[in-house]
């Protein structure tokens, strides 16, 4: 049983290793910030969680748990932080635009900026030129 258990560690932990890898690769070679992001996010924690698996079936059940909190908060907090960091490349221009297939931001960007600056919201404006209409 040790036999099996070591080579399914062993292709967890190195299956683990080339998704880091190509994780950082991507890095280092996509054009902008959201293709990085998806290689440091995505990738990267895929294979963080299977090193932490392979390795726990390499320790006693005691250690085990510890991996299991480590897996999971990497699962937890990647997705936040990516968020947090794509939203601050789009607003800072470092994203490539035309490459976006849909900009559902900028119209919600445009709505907050609006608001703040007291101008009528969009949805508003229809609705005054139906009524302007029906008093003609």
Known sequence: ?????DVVSSVLMLVGALFCLLAGVGVLRFPDAICRLHAAAKAQTLGVVLILLGTELQVSVKFAWALLLVAVFQLITVPVTGQVVGRTAYRTG??????????????RLAADARRESGEPAESAEPREDAQERGND
């Open 94 to 107: 470092e994203i490539y635009r035309p490459g976006l297939v849909m900009d559902e931001l900028a119209d």
């Open 1 to 5: 049983m040790t036999a099996l258990t």
